[in-house]
């Protein structure tokens, strides 16, 4: 039984909340108040210091979330090792497993990945990164954003699971679940050269993005490709050769 002991009204609300949010069950005392005989976890405040057999999990009133994350760990016997797995792509999943439990998703844009992870790895406990080997440049661009941690390159292959009615959506987030439970080869980088599929992709993201309906060219698709560039970037680029040589055209418009 999960026990909530402190006078601290922020982190009371906070953890209670949490709890109630997972649908974990959980009963509250005062910090003088003995313990039910039940009690397997203590969760207290910064200023709490019960003097209890059961273990005492302290809770910052800014993050009750790490605090709960912390008391299921123990609850559940887990390592208490923090793995995120990432499954690459234009809104890659995110899942963020704490001693083997999947205690947090994500579904963002690729570019708001590295600020997620970072967030998640934060105060974590030995943090490891999973990312899966799909997506290629995209993979490539979130590895050399990731915050300075461990980053395994997983062979993702069968990661993705049937989704039945009402899981539209669901996939990458339950791939990346599956992805931090794969052991990979660790990286610093990933370095590729982009194929002609992947660079008229690029091209194509471009037009749908500018004003005036035109795609980038092939050398800036690879600067892109190569997380040289943003595609924003390309675009403005293209448009200054553009009023440099007075054509308003050049090989990349269509």
């Not at 009133?61 to 609850?75: G, I, M, N, W, Y």
């Not at 997506?135 to 395994?152: H, K, N, S, W």
Request: with cysteine; net charge negative; charged share 30%.
């Amino acid at each position: 039984m999960i026990v909530v002991a402190t006078a601290d009204f922020e982190v009371y609300h906070g953890v209670v909340n949490e709890l109630r949010d997972r649908g974990v069950p959980f009963t509250t005392v005062e910090p003088d108040e003995d313990l039910p005989d039940r009690a397997s976890v203590v969760v207290t405040g910064p200023d709490g210091d019960p003097d209890v057999s059961v273990p005492v999990v302290t809770a910052d009133p800014d993050d009750p979330r790490r605090a709960v994350e912390d008391v299921l760990t123990v609850l559940r016997g887990g390592d208490g090792r923090t793995v995120i797995g990432i499954d690459p792509g234009d809104r890659p999943g995110i899942a963020v497993t704490v001693g083997g439990s999947v205690v947090a998703a994500f579904h963002v844009p690729a570019a708001q990945t590295a600020d997620v992870v970072a967030d998640e790895c934060e105060d974590a406990a030995d943090p490891l990164i999973r990312i899966g080997d799909g997506a290629r440049t995209t993979g490539a661009r979130i590895i050399d954003d990731l915050p300075d941690v461990p980053v395994e390159l997983v062979d993702e292959t069968g990661t993705t699971p049937y989704l039945g009615t009402g899981a539209r959506g669901m996939g990458d987030v339950l791939a990346a679940v599956n992805i931090a439970r794969i052991e990979g080869e660790e990286v610093e980088s990933r370095d590729i050269e982009p194929t002609a599929g992947e660079l008229k992709r690029i091209k194509e993201w471009s037009r749908e993005q500018s004003a005036t309906n035109r795609a980038i060219d092939e050398d800036l698709a690879r600067r892109v490709a190569v997380g040289e560039l943003t595609i924003a970037e390309a675009l403005a680029e293209h448009r200054g050769d553009d009023n440099r040589d007075g054509t308003g055209r050049n090989d990349g418009d269509a």
